[in-house]
């Protein structure tokens, strides 16, 4: 587990859940995917967990919320958020709220890594 | 006396003159005859002086006239001798003493210092007479003839002086006998006189009085009244003529008991009665009542008796006087009737009036008075009208009606009159003199008018018009009147603020032209020309330049009226827009800038929408490329990883272009709607929505719509939108020329083929021939901000419409854009197949026809 930490990726879209993870295991990590913030709260990874991808806009519970859920569990889990809303006003935003990193899709390998790196780093 | 003796002849001839002389004294008598005794004794001393040349001498009479004695001197001519007769008289007295009979025959003295001789000769025989004293200063006087003459003198006058006093005795007594006859005499003829004269006058009134008495019968019986005497106890003694003819009775009949059957039966108790009682009492008789002429009519009479008196005031008959009143009597009640009438109108008008005394107290008001102010005549009577005046009126009312009473004239004020409950209303007083034939003010008549709607109405005409004024201040709107034929124009006080006019010149148009702005003259002269070719409403926006060169902003409507003489007359109000004029700039760039805004903001929303859709799959394709690459590229490569993330990156890319589709559904317009439709109304609608823009950019659009147009089927809005783009293009087009009106036609007619043109015409900057096709390219646009779709979009809508849409240059300055499109009953079925087109917004609308 040391040398495969468990990456958690949380998006409402389903294309990111399929093809994200496969990624994420070609970098060497583990994965698991949950479609909404209430799924992964449900399940039994949250202490595995080492960095969350999480999506900022879904339905129920955002991004955001369960940034705050996990905090006031404290759960201090690196965060690294990814959006579809390209906004740059977001990214500073999220980051003073203690994200890591708010990638813009469609994201890039490297800038991935990098950010899983920086959060893995962190914890 | 001493006696000389002398010459014989000398003494015959003294001798002789003694004789003559004493022959003269003895004639004296006969020449005293009848005289007085002054007069003799007068004559006596003139004699003996120039007689016996004496010195003097001097005479006094005893008895004279008066008992006062007569004393008389007669002095010689050459003597001075200054004493007088009383002097000489006393002097004498005292040198010859009191007693005549002891006097001496002769005495010498001096007198005033002369020698003097007098001799003393006693008149009667004891001198009772008188005394004759002659003096002379010759000494031999008295000779014996001088003495024998003076003796003999002296005789003769108390001879004469007696004689003449009885004959002045006899004078006397006889004087008075003749004066007592007379007298008597003329006693007698004045007793006889007046006997005669009365008896002249009894035979005089006797007659006068047979005179009187015919006369009397005759006026009696031809007086136009009926008259009769009575005896003391009421019986008839005479009747004159009319009696006999009003009664047609004889007088026997009439003293009889047919008196009183012709009196009206009603009055007959109280004639009666009345008779009796003035027979009775002596009282005269006098009462109204009706009398039957022959004819049966009964005719009211006035009847007065009067008795007639001995000298010992017994009644010795009675005077009857029957006076026909009856047409006084009908007088009278017309003359009542007619002031019942006058009453019930004074007292029922709707008018407040009253009658006052020449001193200005109240006599008489009418009812509605009383009944409006709620006072008795009790409490108004006099001054006592005052209190129903306003406190506030009442020193004005005084003054006004003082003034009026010194004056004498008619006149009015206004003041307000309280109600019975105590309301004011305001009410005019009138005031008219009564005079008399002497111009004197007998009565003064007057009017209280309720005025108060009136006034009332006046007031808030006033606050109106204050208002008025006050209200076109604040709105900066002035009103107008223009008389066309006249030409006479009336501004209110707020236009001349507008035109910063002085307010007393006089309105002209040429005056108005100085101030409008001269790039919009013609439209002043265009309103002019079509205002004055017939009546008819308009309306205008132009602008002011004024003398500090700052520009107004105004907008004028107008109203065609007929004044009263039927002449054309304007009617309208000019608002000074400049403020909003500016508001409208500056909202108009905020509205371009808050739209220019919100397309940004649209299109931002628009894109991040578009592209959170499509960066979800995108995110997938790339994610899973890469996966499928690394896939590949492991030792040895996962191929079936590799296969399965390819063949997410297909599905992801279909579900991007998914995506496109959905977003091209979403903007994409439904399909537009048909209507049968009148393009002229459309067109009119048109024109009304850009009117103001059109006029805002000084462009008189002139609309030529024809009367019979077909109908066309189509989509209203949107063949409105290419007829406001035409509009809009030939009102740019038109912005910069300065140089000629900015006129601008719009036409509508029937084209061949059943088809409908319409036309916009413009004076603007037109565009080169080469250039036409270009016009109608989408994104064709020198505009800045503009897109350039108008034209393009314009001529799309056209030909969904199976229309044209063209421009052709004008011949003169400008350019023309036409289009046409098929009539209603070919272009029904037609108009379904419209295509989806997408409606431009109006602001995009491109004037693309600059020159090159």
Redesign the interface.
């Known amino acids: 587990m040391i040398n495969h930490p468990l990456i958690s990726v949380v998006d409402d879209d389903e294309s990111v859940r399929e093809s994200l993870p496969d990624l994420l295991r070609e970098f060497g990590f583990t994965a698991q995917a949950f479609s909404s913030a209430e799924e992964f709260l449900a399940s039994d990874y949250i202490d595995q967990t080492r960095c969350l991808v999480l999506d900022i806009a879904m339905p129920g519970m955002t991004g955001p919320d369960l940034q705050r859920e996990l905090t006031r569990r404290r759960q201090e889990i690196p965060i690294v958020f990814i959006t579809a809303h390209g906004d740059e006003t977001v990214r500073p935003h999220m980051i003073a709220q203690g994200a890591v990193e708010c990638l813009f899709k469609p994201f890039s390998e490297t800038a991935l890594l990098e950010a899983l790196n920086a959060a893995l780093q962190m914890s | 006396m001493e006696v000389q003796l002398e010459d014989p002849a000398e003494e015959i001839k003294r001798l002789r003159r003694c004789i003559n002389d004493l022959v003269s004294v003895i004639a004296l008598p006969a020449i005293w005859s009848g005289s007085e005794p002054a007069e003799m004794v007068r004559t006596l001393l003139d004699v003996l002086l120039g007689m016996l040349h004496l010195d003097l001498i001097y005479v006094r009479l005893e008895v004279a006239v008066n008992k006062v004695p007569i004393e008389m001197l007669r002095v010689a001519q050459f003597r001075g001798l200054t004493a007088g007769p009383q002097e000489i008289g006393e002097l004498f007295n005292r040198w010859l003493g009191d007693d005549p009979q002891t006097w001496p025959p002769l005495v010498r003295n001096r007198i005033e210092d002369e020698d003097m001789t007098i001799v003393p000769l006693r008149m009667g025989l004891q001198g009772e007479i008188g005394v004759i004293v002659a003096g002379s200063q010759r000494a031999d006087f008295p000779r014996q003839t001088e003495g024998l003459v003076l003796s003999v003198a002296a005789n003769q006058a108390a001879i004469g002086l007696q004689e003449a006093r009885l004959l002045n005795e006899q004078k006397r007594v006889a004087g008075e006998l003749d004066q007592r006859v007379a007298q008597r005499t003329t006693e007698l003829a004045a007793a006889n006189e007046e006997l005669i004269r009365e008896i002249a006058e009894r035979k005089w009134a006797e007659e006068a009085l047979r005179t009187s008495e015919i006369n009397l019968r005759q006026i009696v019986d031809s007086i136009p009244g009926l008259v009769c005497t009575l005896s003391p106890a009421g019986e008839v003694i005479h009747l004159n003529r009319q009696v006999l003819e009003y009664f047609g009775k004889t007088a026997e009949e009439l003293k009889g008991s047919a008196f009183t059957d012709a009196v009206h039966p009603d009055d007959c108790p109280r004639v009666l009665a009345a008779f009796r009682n003035s027979i009775t009492t002596g009282e005269p008789y006098d009462i109204e009542h009706r009398c039957r002429r022959a004819d049966g009519v009964y005719r009211w009479f006035q009847v007065r008796a009067l008795p007639v008196r001995d000298t010992n005031g017994c009644i010795t008959g009675w005077y009857v006087l029957l006076i026909d009143i009856d047409a006084r009597v009908f007088a009278e009640d017309a003359i009542r009737a007619s002031e019942r009438d006058l009453n019930h109108i004074i007292n029922t008008i709707p008018v407040l009036a009253w009658c006052n005394f020449p001193d200005g107290s109240n006599e008489f008001l009418n009812q509605p008075w009383h009944d409006y102010t709620g006072l008795t005549p009790e409490q108004a009577h006099g001054w006592g009208w005052q209190v129903a005046i306003h406190p506030d009126d009442l020193p004005k009312v005084w003054d006004k009606w003082r003034e009026h009473l010194v004056s004498g004239e008619a006149g009015e004020v206004e003041a307000r009159l309280r109600r019975f409950d105590g309301v004011d209303r305001w009410f005019l007083f009138r005031a008219n003199p009564l005079r008399d034939e002497s111009g004197n003010i007998v009565k003064w008549y007057g009017t209280n008018t309720d005025i108060d709607d009136r006034k009332r109405a006046e007031e808030e005409l006033r606050r109106n018009e204050a208002f008025l004024a006050e209200a076109q201040y604040l709105s900066q709107i002035g009103s107008f009147s223009w008389r066309v034929a006249t030409g006479e124009i009336t501004w209110s006080e707020q236009l001349y603020r507008i035109f910063e006019f002085d307010p007393n010149m006089l309105v002209t148009l040429e005056l108005i032209g100085t101030r409008v702005h001269p790039k919009d003259m013609h439209l002043l002269q265009d309103m002019t020309a079509r205002a004055q070719d017939k009546a008819h409403d308009f309306g205008y926006e132009h602008r002011l330049l004024m003398p500090d060169h700052s520009v107004k902003y105004l907008h004028l409507i107008a109203h065609a009226t007929r004044d009263r003489d039927g002449q054309l007359e304007y009617i309208g109000a000019i608002q000074d827009v400049t403020q909003r004029r500016h508001s409208e700039e500056a909202l108009g760039k905020a509205r371009s800038e808050l739209a220019h805004v919100s397309r940004v903001t649209t299109l931002g929303a628009l894109t ?1 929408s578009i ?2 859709e499509v ?10 490329a ?2 499928c690459l ?2 590949l590229a ?1 030792d040895p490569p996962n191929v079936d ?1 590799a296969r399965e ?1 390819a063949r ?1 990156t297909i ?2 890319g279909n ?1 991007a272009s998914d995506v496109i589709k959905r977003l091209r559904a979403l903007f994409s317009k439904k399909n537009p709607t048909t209507e049968l439709m009148d393009l002229n109304e459309a067109t009119r609608e048109v024109i009304a929505l850009s009117l103001s823009k059109l006029q805002r950019n000084g462009v008189i659009l002139r609309p030529e719509l024809a009367d019979d147009l077909p109908l066309v089927t189509g989509d209203r809005v949107q063949l409105q939108q290419v007829i406001m783009n035409l509009l809009l293009n030939a009102s740019e087009a038109m912005s910069g020329v300065d140089d000629r009106p900015r006129q601008a036609i719009i036409k509508t007619e029937g084209d061949e083929g059943d088809r409908v043109r319409l036309t916009v015409q413009d004076a603007g900057v037109g565009f080169e021939p080469q250039d036409v096709n270009r016009l109608f390219e989408a994104f064709y646009t020198t505009k800045r901000d503009g897109m350039g779709i108008g034209l393009s979009v314009s001529r799309s809508i056209i030909e969904s419409h199976h229309g044209h849409l063209w421009a052709t240059p004008n011949d003169g300055p400008g350019a023309t854009f036409s289009f046409t499109i098929p009539r209603a009953s070919e272009s029904v079925t037609g108009a379904t197949s419209l295509g989806a087109i997408q409606a431009p917004a109006l602001t995009d609308a491109a004037p693309v026809r600059r020159k090159a």
Do not use: E, K, V
Request: proline letters at 4%; hydrophobic letters at 30%.
């Open positions: 991040a592209a959170h960066n979800q799959p995108l995110s997938g394709i790339i994610t899973n890469g996966t690394r896939m492991a990883g993330t997410r599905r992801d579900r």
